[in-house]
């Protein structure tokens, strides 16, 4: 990096968030992470500054950015991963919740932020988080997927109308990643965790510093000419 800059997590009270900052602060940026429940503790664990922010509400969002001051680089990673359902019993209400968070909280940031990129002629970054599962889908989870296939599109057409102000807009796609919160759910040598390994080729869940890592490069110099792309981390699990 050529110098410091300013770089706003959003979701950083939870364990990829944690880790993206963490990846932020060792390459010499300030960081700031954003959340709306335990951003106090995250913020202090890590060492960063912290702000309270709803991605779904506007009026929390031009907050958080007055407070937070100018920022370079933006990382949508706030979203909803925990309503699942089946299509045939998903109940419309949470369908919503999850179009709500994952898709108009991505698209409510990227333009908040790069109205204020474009008023201060910088040439910032956004990386937004998306998934694998939007392009390849796993029973029970199409409605997070749907909206991680959107959030794929809104990074395109973000990346085609900001380049013309020097503004590049890419994705990280994981596969499963082990956060605390799956290692819970999918303990190893379990039946669930041999599952989801056997459609791996590289037969292990991602660590939260894989995604860190794509993050990081993803927003750096040496992707200065990368934009509207959606890279997988998913230890190629898109290959079969």
């Given at each position: 990096?050529?110098s ?15 880790a ?9 940026d ?20 912290g702000?309270a ?16 001051g ?5 990382v949508n ?10 299509l ?15 898709v ?22 956004v990386?937004?988080?998306s998934?694998?599962?939007?392009r390849?889908?796993?029973p029970g989870?199409g ?19 900001l ?5 590049r807009?890419?994705?990280?796609a ?14 190893e ?5 041999e599952?989801?390994?056997?459609r ?17 490069f993803?927003?750096?110099d ?13 230890g ?5």
């Open positions: 990096m050529t410091s800059r300013t770089v706003l997590v959003t979701g950083g009270a939870g364990g990829i968030g944690r993206i900052a963490t990846a932020f602060q060792k390459a010499g300030t960081v700031v992470v954003a959340d709306v429940h335990g951003v106090e503790e995250a913020a202090d664990a890590l060492g960063v500054r702000v922010l709803d991605i779904t509400d506007e009026d929390s969002i031009g907050r958080a950015l007055d407070e937070v100018p920022v370079d680089v933006l990673n706030a979203g909803l991963l925990s309503v699942h359902g089946r045939l019993e998903l109940a419309a209400a949470d369908m919503g919740r999850i179009l709500q968070t994952n108009q909280g991505t698209f409510l940031m990227t333009q908040h932020v790069a109205r204020r990129m474009v008023e201060r002629g910088v040439r910032g970054v990386v937004n988080l998934s694998i599962g939007g390849q889908p796993t989870m409605a997070y997927e749907s909206s991680k296939a959107a959030v794929d599109a809104l990074t395109r057409w973000s990346a085609i109308e380049a013309e102000h020097g503004i807009v890419n994705a990280v994981p596969g499963p990643v082990l956060t605390p919160m799956l290692a819970m759910g999918l303990p040598g379990s039946p669930a965790r599952a989801w390994l056997s791996i080729p590289l037969r292990q869940l991602a660590a939260v510093e894989d995604v860190a890592a794509a993050v990081v993803l927003a750096g040496a992707a200065s000419h990368i934009t509207g792309t959606s890279l997988p981390v998913d190629g699990q898109l290959l079969v």
